[in-house]
T-cell receptor, first 113, second 114 residues
């Protein structure tokens, strides 16, 4: 059972480069999320997709874009990476009939030099 | 809007001692409350949750938490700590009609000493 799969697990970028973090879930969940985790800051919501075809901004959306490609996949794009985007990024999903239980991937550690 | 405050960024206990991790929340509507655990280099996983009904909720690995509306608290406890409980713990809140958004606290790192 794969659950939520994120790629890549590690990435180093130079300032100004672009990249896309990929996320896929195989649990037939409706809602998907991208969070970033920084030391002492907890997890902060970047974007979420309540259902296929919809996306909404979270708490810290600046510098990011997302695409809900289909029900399974939700990607996060950094168009012009900045050192402030150095973080660990987590994708999560939750089924319909919202209960608040999120299922997380293992994270993608991004360093921007 | 919802918010969560976790009291103490680092808690250290001895093996076999009581674990108490504190969480206070703010919500303008009835909240859903959660505790998640994160082991090193892993994603978060749900420990327990309160949505409606019984205010004392039990979770995995012997943890429990009590929703106290009058104190706006949802503290996490375990009677006897194990070495395997060492991890970071996150309290989280959402409103039942929140468009599925969960707000996390900043986390409490639990250290268990032999």
């Amino acid at each position: 059972n794969a659950g939520v799969t994120q790629t890549p697990k590690f990435q180093v970028l130079k300032t100004g480069q672009s990249m896309t973090l990929q996320c896929a879930q195989d649990m037939n969940h409706n809602s998907m999320y991208w969070y970033r985790q920084d030391p002492g800051m907890g997890l902060r919501l970047i974007y979420y997709s309540a259902s296929e075809g919809t996306t909404d901004k979270g708490e810290v959306p600046n510098g990011y874009n997302v695409s809900r490609l289909n029900k399974r996949e939700f990607s996060l794009r950094l168009e012009s990476a900045a050192p402030s985007q150095t973080s660990v990024y987590f994708c999560a999903s939750t089924p319909s009939g919202y209960t608040g239980e999120l299922f997380f991937g293992e994270g993608s550690r991004l360093t921007v030099l | 809007a919802q918010s969560v405050t976790q009291l103490g960024s680092h808690v250290s206990v001895s093996e076999g001692a009581l674990v108490l991790l504190r969480c206070n929340y703010s919500s303008s509507v009835p909240p859903y409350l959660f505790w998640y655990v994160q082991y090193p280099n892993q994603g978060l996983q749900l420990l327990l949750k309160y949505t409606t009904g019984a205010t004392l909720v039990k979770g995995i690995n012997g943890f429990e938490a009590e929703f106290k509306k009058s104190e706006t608290s949802f503290h996490l406890t375990k009677p006897s700590a194990h070495m395997s409980d060492a991890a970071e713990y996150f309290c989280a809140v959402s409103a039942s009609g929140s468009n599925y958004k969960l707000t996390f606290g900043k986390g409490t790192l639990l250290t268990v000493n032999p």
